[in-house]
């Protein structure tokens, strides 16, 4: 199955975003992706409040243009993520919506772990001013196998890795607006620490490059094998880049060294 990841420079113009993102797609479908995936906030990126700024329900204009595209292809399109309007609430969804070929959407996740630190002289950033906590791991089912959602700061959280991986996932999305500052040290290891332990496909479409009020995105969009392995990483550039997942190399990879099956749960709690 070949996966494509894209790498974006998202702004706060959802309409250049969008135009961005499908000549990004069609792109990636041309290159043979069945599946492809964008990267967080990928329809709009910056506004400090985006309830007055960008928020849409669901289904709206985003979830309906990633509808059109999965079908127009006959892909899944994964649709990074997405700031979700929430009626009755003061606050937004970071959400991500998955496609099917026809253009049906078979999941939504809403980002469980939000990213509220202070770095002096570096970053400053409380998600959980504007967000919503998600409450539920994710898993979607293709004719593939299963695969789960993750959303960029998740990636610390290895225990949610493990759900999503014991529930059946074979390859975890996870769709990143990651700083600059945290990026060149933990991007990369964070990442390939998650395939390893869990034997899995990483999938990580990332935003790059400065955006919004001076934040600035690592960039550095991967794709990861269940040895570790980065088989595809992506120039500072929006961009496409795309590998072949062997899920026979996978079981392969948990036949020779089992560690899912040597857990030992009863004595960790």
Not at 102 to 107: D, F, L, S, T, V
Not at 166 to 175: K, M
Not at 177 to 183: P, S
Not at 241 to 264: C, G, N, Y
């Amino acid at each position: 199955m070949r996966i494509a990841a894209i790498q974006m420079n998202t702004q706060e113009d959802k309409e250049q975003n969008l135009a961005t993102a499908e000549r990004l797609i069609d792109e990636a479908a041309a290159l043979g992706a069945q599946m492809v995936g964008l990267p967080e906030m990928f329809n709009i990126l910056g506004p400090k409040n985006y309830l007055g700024n960008g928020a849409e329900e669901i289904p709206g204009r985003t979830s309906e243009f990633l509808s059109r595209k999965a079908k127009q292809h006959g892909i899944y399109l994964h649709g990074g993520s997405i700031p979700e309007l929430m009626i009755g609430e003061n606050k937004v969804g970071n959400t991500t919506l998955v496609f099917d070929p026809h253009g049906n959407q078979i999941a939504k996740y809403r980002k469980i772990h939000l990213f509220d630190i202070e770095v002096e002289g570096q970053v400053s950033r409380r998600e959980s001013d504007q967000f919503v906590f998600g409450e539920r791991p994710v898993n979607f089912e293709t004719e593939q196998g299963s695969f789960g959602l993750t959303i960029c700061y998740d990636i610390r959280f290895p225990e949610l890795y493990r759900a999503l991986t014991l529930n059946g996932a074979r390859v975890i999305f996870h769709p990143s607006a990651f700083t600059l500052y945290t990026g060149k040290d933990h991007w990369e290891t964070l990442i390939r620490a998650r395939a390893i332990e869990n034997q899995v496909y990483m999938i990580s479409p990332a935003q790059i490059g400065v955006h919004g009020r001076g934040q600035h995105s690592f960039g550095s969009t991967m794709i990861v094998d269940p040895w570790g392995t980065v088989i595809a990483r992506a120039p500072e550039r929006e961009c496409v880049v795309w590998a072949d997942i062997d899920f026979a190399a996978q079981d392969e990879v948990r036949r020779q060294l089992p560690a899912l099956h040597h857990r030992r749960p009863e004595v960790y709690l």
